[in-house]
């Protein structure tokens, strides 16, 4: 986005006299050496992008964007097991709010975003209706070192890093679902440098562990930590955080991501996601990841490992507020996954993707957890970039290793959805 057309927009927005638009000239100059004109970051608040409902102070301390998105879906699962009648999913998948701005001086920003449908707020597992998915305080020292303090997401694998509305699957893949981190509340230190002409991003986070819901904290914290590099630069408007290459990046770009995160004595399944348990245990989380886009195609791998001593436990139905039976077990997901997909955006907007997915539990999850592997076919029409587009996604779901249709465990799937936002 051009200078003119920001200070366009904001005279719009705000009204000023020329001497206020004099002084937002040097705002919008200092916000353009605090963030790039990127797509949508979970990680950092949007203060340049002037998208949504805006309002800045006659003084121009205060400035804040209200933006909304929601997810509609449709889909319908089988298993061949010729029992199984299938089942359809219709439903709001995700509606949320999300604020952004500052405060005083573009270096104290800000985000917070808030869920309204029930998949969105962790109910399920903790009985507790949280809306607040995002609730942090950013502070920039320079162009290419900040913090951040709050609940937010932390420096994980790629797929959650990204925002939930610049997928091009309805869904993230298995291995996501199995192995990531998620929100938890602490504090950051994000740094971008160049190694020469490279691009390096390092990231760094001390939380509580324990996820959104938690109301308190114990003494074991979880540590993780993320690195990034972009050996053939940056990508057009931080593109190695939106999947597909709606860009058409006009020369290759690449970047290649990895990290590690420790979960010291956490009372849920997954550290920050799952189930209370009665015994707290530790888990460490490995993650290596890559993307790669260049002229409209864009491919994109991912692996992720998670250990634990021993996996087994118990709900603690003293936090768990979901009915069931005392002493239900638990465990947490040990093992490794792979996730891959690759995609070419046509002409008018239309995408074709695939995408496999391979989970392999750990030997002591056998006797509960299939080997999976995930076969999926995606079309995307893109209205206006992600913020409105129709989705069409098939899958085909093979445990422990037997592709033949006749093996009755085999399942089958497909998803409608629409997304809309500003």
């Known amino acids: 986005m051009a200078l ?26 200092l916000l353009l050496t605090l963030q790039s004109q990127a797509q949508e970051r979970d990680d950092r608040a949007t203060i340049l992008n002037f998208k949504g409902i805006q309002y800045m102070s006659d003084d121009s301390l205060f400035y804040t964007n ?53 998949g969105d707020q962790d109910f399920d597992d903790t009985g507790i209706a949280n809306i607040v998915r995002d609730a942090v305080v950013f502070y920039n020292f320079s162009d290419d070192f900040y913090i951040s303090f709050g609940q937010n997401k932390l420096p994980g694998n790629r797929q959650r ?77 931080d593109g190695d955080y939106s999947e597909g290459d709606i860009e058409r990046e006009e020369t290759p770009k690449l970047s290649i991501g990895g990290g590690y995160s420790y979960n010291d004595r956490t009372i849920r399944e997954g550290g920050q996601l799952g189930r209370y348990v009665k015994n707290p245990f530790t888990l460490k989380t490995s993650f290596a990841d890559a993307i790669f886009k260049y002229q409209g195609f864009a491919y994109q791998a991912e692996y992720m490992r998670r250990d634990v001593d021993n996996p087994f436990n118990i709900v603690d139905d003293q936090f768990n507020q979901v009915d069931g039976p005392e002493d239900e077990l638990a465990y947490a997901q040990k093992g490794w996954g792979l996730n891959q997909q690759a995609s070419y955006l046509l ?27 995930v076969i999926e076919l995606g079309l995307t029409k893109y209205m206006k970039a992600h913020r409105l587009k129709f989705q069409i996604n098939a899958n085909y779901t093979v445990p422990n290793g037997d592709f033949g249709n006749n093996y009755s465990k085999n399942a089958w799937g497909g998803t409608f959805q629409i997304e809309l936002g500003i």
């Open 347 to 373: 002409n008018k907007g239309y995408e074709i993707a695939t995408r496999y997915t391979y989970i392999k539990p750990h030997q002591q999850l056998r006797n509960y957890e299939d080997q999976l592997d």
């Open 4 to 29: 003119c057309y920001v200070l366009e927009n904001t005279f719009i927005t705000t009204r000023m006299n020329t001497k206020i638009g004099l002084l937002l000239v040097t705002v919008g100059c």
């Open 66 to 118: 209200f933006r909304f998105r929601m997810q509609n879906r449709l889909g319908y699962s089988n298993v061949l097991d010729n029992e199984d009648n299938g089942k359809f999913d219709a439903r709001i998948r995700r509606l949320r709010l999300r604020m952004d701005g500052y405060i005083y001086t573009p270096k104290i920003s800000y985000s917070i975003q808030l869920a309204f449908t029930r």
């Open 161 to 237: 890093v990204n925002s939930s509305g610049q997928l091009q699957f309805a869904d993230r893949s298995l291995v996501n679902s199995n192995y990531t981190l998620d929100r938890d509340f602490g504090v950051s230190f994000n740094l971008s440098k160049k190694i020469g002409d490279m691009p390096i991003n390092a990231k760094a986070a001390i939380s509580t562990g324990e996820g959104r819901p938690a109301l308190g904290t114990d003494d074991g914290l979880a540590y993780t930590g993320r690195v990034e590099f972009l050996p053939l630069g940056n990508f057009t408007n």
